[in-house]
């Protein structure tokens, strides 16, 4: 909340604005750290089109955020006993290929203790910039306790749980069921407090359904949602798990990509959308992430067709893999004129933005 000597200008955030009603960049596959040089080497023999898309890294969740990142995505994988992932197999494949061995992905202790990990792709693209995810966690919220009243920061979380085909053994990852994602949300519960998150209970009230609670009366307010993060569930395909004892999202942490007109609807995904059936979805009330680029073919010739379609849509949530002072080698990048953290929604009425703080 706004201190009370707050100005006209925050009074203007605190009565009108909603945090639906303005644009926020954010980083795709936030954590992600690259591949070392054998690491490299195994994918250009075994995959040379998938190493192709995987040729971008991101510095630490904290430097993001200061440079106006608010947006973050982290792909988890269950790992309920531990040791799961500790041994990719890409490392023998370096070793096999008479290759120097490279750097230790992450913590042996780490790796072996239970709990969700984050990286890309099990047993080949397992470096992050934070692991394992209660650490991704412990560090947003740390940042977040040192900037009180910043922008709302959203944590999207991607389930994995796809086998992978190698010509070597992979690791079978674990399903997210229920019971998974109830560990999700306990592990969430363990870094964060009720108050420093906004949750679906927060946003339905006395609404019977989520959905009918946006479409009636629309997210809250900016200045309720300042110095909190809000917890987004990527695959649509773990929603009916999820929903699971816990009708329209009662008593859980995470939005749901859900379906628009479903019960459970408040956010929903439109990556490969067009900018038309993004604008409706604007327009009606619900929270969309969609992005500006993909698989790094338009940051490779510096084409900024699809970011700026995507920016006028009015999409809420625009992912890239080159964020503001991280410019692809074309030239590439994603940001608000001034280095803002976020814009005015241009699917709304910019009187609504007039004098509102964007600058954290």
């Known amino acids: 909340m706004l201190a009370a000597s707050a100005s006209c200008a925050a009074m203007t955030d605190q009565h009108d604005l909603r945090l639906n009603q303005l644009q ?19 994918w250009k023999r075994v995959a040379p089109d998938m190493f192709a898309i995987l040729d971008y890294t991101h510095p630490a969740l904290t430097q993001q955020l200061d440079d106006g990142v608010r947006q973050i995505e982290l792909d988890i994988w269950g790992d309920a006993k531990g040791g799961r992932y500790a041994r990719p197999a890409v490392v023998n494949e370096v070793a096999k290929a008479g290759l120097p061995a490279d750097t230790p992905f992450a913590d042996p202790k780490i790796m072996q203790k239970p709990g969700f990990k984050v990286m890309h792709i099990q047993d080949m693209d397992q470096r992050s910039n934070c692991e394992p995810l209660v650490a991704c966690l412990r560090e947003v919220r740390a940042w977040s306790k040192a900037h009180p ?12 749980e796809s086998p992978l085909k190698m010509p070597f053994p992979t690791v079978q990852p674990e399903p997210f069921n229920t019971a998974a994602l109830d560990a999700l949300d306990a592990e969430i519960r363990s870094v964060f407090d009720r108050h420093e998150y906004l949750s679906p209970d927060d946003v339905r ?3 019977t359904t989520l959905n009918s609670a946006i479409l009636a009366h629309g997210w809250p307010h900016l200045s309720e949602a300042r110095g909190k993060v809000i917890f987004l569930l990527d695959q649509r395909s773990v929603g009916p798990a999820y929903l699971t004892g816990h009708p329209s999202l009662r008593n ?60 006028s849509s009015g999409a809420q949530l625009l992912s890239t893999d080159y964020p503001d002072h991280e410019p692809a080698a074309s030239g590439y990048m994603v940001s608000f004129p001034g280095h803002a953290r976020a814009r005015c929604n241009p699917q709304i009425n910019e009187a609504h933005c007039i004098g509102v703080d964007l600058s954290q």
């Open 149 to 160: 009243g910043h922008l709302p920061v959203f944590i999207l979380l991607e389930t994995e």
């Open 205 to 207: 009230g006395d609404a």
């Open 252 to 311: 859980r942490v995470l939005f749901t990509n859900a379906a628009p007109g479903d019960d459970d609807a408040a956010f929903t995904e439109l990556n490969d959308g067009s900018a038309e059936e993004i604008t409706k979805l604007v327009k009606a009330g619900y929270l969309v992430r969609t992005r500006t680029d993909a698989n790094l073919k338009e940051p490779a010739r510096n084409d900024t067709t699809r970011r700026d379609a995507m920016f």
């Open 24 to 42: 926020y960049i954010g980083s795709h596959n936030s954590y992600h750290a690259g591949l070392a040089a054998g690491e490299a080497a195994i």
